[in-house]
């Protein structure tokens, strides 16, 4: 009989796909009305959280298995696969209407990307291809912030051509770090250690701006869409400072 401490990971890890399935729900319920956008980014937020929480929980308590990584990847492919894309489609789809169904591209490709992560033996201590958690959490604040703002309905059209970049770099073959820490040393975290460093001063920067101005949700917003585009320029800055390397 199972002992009551390897059923933690796997319940951490639906509470990931509820999270998930809960911002899809309140995603649905946009009807102009950019609060519920906001509450489905704070239920992707809480997923990952509890993605990050699943992982750490099945390695501590040694009890990985075989069905918790694919529970996983299912719980991902809804939090931050399905639920992102189904906030960019009900935005866009309000300004273009059934042209906005190119954005559930990202959705397809989300599972691709964890799908191919299953199999990727490479992805031990880095990423191949954007992970969808970093794809989730700048798509997801990003709508809300454009839901806020009266934008030329052409933007949508902006907005998707984006989106077949975010495709492209889930399935990519482009090396992407990972925050895992194996030592402290500077010369071999030295990419960990300035995107940490810009982080939070990104983070610090909106939280003064945001209580001075009054606007504290929105600076909060654009700070973890900066802090996603930090991660993304650093890792493709990373790899073409290896690549003249060798």
């Known amino acids: 009989m199972k002992s009551i401490k390897s059923y933690i990971p796997n319940t951490l890890t639906c509470c990931n796909f509820l999270c998930g399935c809960i911002a899809v729900y309140l995603t649905l ?6 609060t519920y956008l906001i509450y489905a980014f704070c239920l992707i937020i809480l997923g990952a959280l509890f993605d990050f929480c699943d992982g750490m929980s099945a390695r501590l308590l ?29 935005f ?8 906005a169904l190119i954005s559930l591209l990202m959705a397809a490709f989300s599972i ?3 799908a191919k992560f299953n199999l990727d033996t490479r992805q031990t201590t880095s990423f191949i291809g954007l992970a969808t958690p970093a794809n989730a959490l700048f798509w997801a604040p990003l709508i809300c912030i454009l839901s806020s703002l009266d934008i030329n309905p052409a933007w949508s059209w902006v907005l998707l051509g984006f989106s077949l970049i975010s495709c492209f770099l889930l399935v990519s073959e482009i090396p992407f770090f990972s925050l895992k820490f194996h030592d402290l040393k500077w010369e ?14 990104t983070a610090l920067c909106a939280i003064i701006i945001g209580a001075f101005k009054e606007i504290l949700i929105t600076a909060l917003l654009c700070a973890v869409v900066t802090i996603i585009l930090i991660y993304i320029i650093l890792a493709l800055i990373d790899n073409i400072i290896n690549a003249k390397r060798q």
């Open 188 to 201: 071999n975290n030295k990419i960990r250690y300035i995107f940490i460093g810009c982080a939070v001063l």
């Open 112 to 114: 691709l990307r964890l």
């Open 62 to 90: 040694g009890v990985s298995s075989g069905i918790g990584k694919e529970l996983d990847s299912l719980a991902d492919a809804t939090t931050f696969g399905l639920a992102p894309t189904t906030m960019l489609f009900i």
């Open 92 to 99: 866009t789809y309000n300004h273009i209407g059934w042209a």
């Open 29 to 34: 319920l946009f009807h102009g009305e950019p």
